[in-house]
């Protein structure tokens, strides 16, 4: 697959307008089209066989060093540009994907530029090899050449040119030594041209063996440069995520506690039919729901400030998710793509979520409402209205709403003694994630509200 045509080429229509202060300068022009990096990269690792070869490498190499300014650049313009957003939620949201995309472009070309440092290495080595072989072979023919001349200046006499003016005794002499020059001409001339050629291709050789060499040096320096740029785009990236998530939470809670859109969202809902024959047999204990990965964000806050709900827990995308004991699917639903997240993408319900299961279980004889976002599309195994058990698979972990990397967000609602028929009547009735207990700060917490329904921390459950 082609690397994208410039780094910087989405910054134009998604930075500008969101900070208002990136500039850009434009690619100057080339004799030669470079946008297929991935083609000219392959192209000039290799050594090159004529010299507008070489001029063409030397023009992808000043197109490279052009990009690289430009990439420092749109980094230091990103890290100006966070203060300015302080506030602004949606601005920091679209210059932090802006920065995401940067980031893996810059990741694609650490990439590539690993794998033509192997190239080039590895066509040094084969390039002396066939210097090598081009000397033996150019010292070959020499030596032959200078032996069939020596045989035939032994017939003509030495010293051809001065015996042929000044040495011939007679017009019969004379006519020997010009039949013994043009044998020496007639016999040797296509040798003598293809030595002057295998001279000339051996020069090129040695020259591209230097090439090579000092390219190889380059591009492990420049490779130094991309790996600190990345870190810088890191950094800046995480600053942004860090400013976005102290911001974020009023304008989350404005949206989730809006009344819901039954109409778009019933068929992922339980229905109340049957509410009144539900049951849950009560479990002992509550399973680690996520089969791999680790906590990365905690509950009431994110480690850099800002309220978080709930725990996120980091795992690779496809990670199983299974039901932390037994219970009923009041919500499930899968609308966006796996991979699909970044910072602000306010798709799945609810708002951010992605994709989302509801289950509501029971553990010795108390009612809880687990929620799990940000899921893959792919493996979503259960529907509403259907009993789960404990270790049960109901999905893989995932990428999707609001999320700035793989990794599901776990939230706990502890309902206390209500029945399982109430708890599923509310529930169809309005999809509310959060049991009436808010978005938009901690005072629905178990520990500061005092009574039920209320948020728990899921580290409680599973460990810390």
């Known amino acids: 697959m082609k690397l994208k045509e410039k780094l910087t080429g989405s910054l134009v229509s998604v930075s500008l ?17 470079y946008s297929d990096t ?40 990103f890290s100006s540009s966070i203060s300015s957003l302080e506030g602004e939620t949606d601005k920091v949201a679209a210059l932090a994907q802006e920065q995401k995309a940067l980031a893996e472009e810059l990741s694609a070309q650490i990439s590539q530029k690993e794998a033509a440092i192997a190239e080039i290495e590895a066509n040094i080595q084969a390039l002396q090899e066939q210097i090598r072989q081009k000397q033996a072979e150019i010292d070959a023919w020499d030596a032959q ?55 000339a291709q051996l020069e090129l050789s040695v020259s591209e063996e230097k090439r090579l060499q000092d390219e190889n040096a380059a591009q492990k320096a420049e490779l130094e440069e991309q790996k600190a740029q990345a870190k810088q785009l890191e950094d800046s990236y995480n600053q942004l995520v860090a400013q976005y998530k102290q911001q974020i939470a009023d304008l989350q809670a404005q949206k989730r506690a809006a009344q819901a859109d039954m109409n778009s969202i019933r068929d992922f809902v339980i229905t109340s039919a049957g509410a009144g024959s539900a049951s849950i047999t009560t479990s002992s204990g509550f399973n680690v729901p996520v089969l791999g990965g680790q906590y990365s964000a905690g509950t009431w806050a994110y480690p850099g400030g800002g309220i978080h709900l709930g725990l996120d827990w980091a795992a690779p995308i496809g990670t199983p998710v299974v039901a932390p004991a037994n219970g009923i699917v009041l919500y499930a639903a899968n609308p966006v793509p796996s991979n699909s997240g970044y910072l602000g993408n306010m798709s799945g319900y609810p708002y951010g979520g992605g994709n989302t299961i509801c289950l509501l279980c029971s553990m010795n004889g108390t009612l809880y409402a687990f929620s799990f976002a940000h899921l893959s599309q792919e493996g979503m195994s259960v ?65 500061n509200k005092g009574s039920t329904p209320c948020r728990e921390r899921p580290e409680i459950f599973f460990g810390s």
């Open 17 to 33: 307008a969101v900070a208002g202060c990136l500039p850009m300068a434009l690619m100057p022009v080339h004799a030669e089209d």
């Open 38 to 77: 991935e083609y000219w990269y392959g192209q000039c690792t290799k050594p090159q066989t004529s010299a507008d070869g070489v001029k063409a490498c030397e023009g992808f190499k000043a197109y490279e060093n052009e990009r690289r300014q430009q990439l420092q650049q749109s980094i230091s313009d």
């Open 145 to 199: 050449i200078k032996s069939r001349m020596r045989h035939e200046q032994g017939n003509v006499g030495t010293n051809m040119l001065v015996d042929l003016v000044m040495g011939a005794s007679d017009l019969n002499d004379m006519l020997r030594r010009i039949s013994g020059i043009e044998r020496i001409t007639e016999d040797d001339q296509a040798q003598i041209s293809r030595l002057n050629e295998l001279k």
């Open 383 to 447: 529907s509403a209205g259907q009993s789960v058990s404990a270790g049960q698979q109901i999905a893989l972990t995932g990428n999707s709403g609001n999320s700035t990397g793989p990794h599901c967000h776990i939230e706990v609602v502890n309902l206390g003694n209500m029945s399982v028929e109430e708890a599923i009547k509310r529930f169809s009735s309005s999809a509310d994630f959060a049991w009436g207990t808010g978005w938009g700060n901690t005072a629905g917490a178990c520990e």
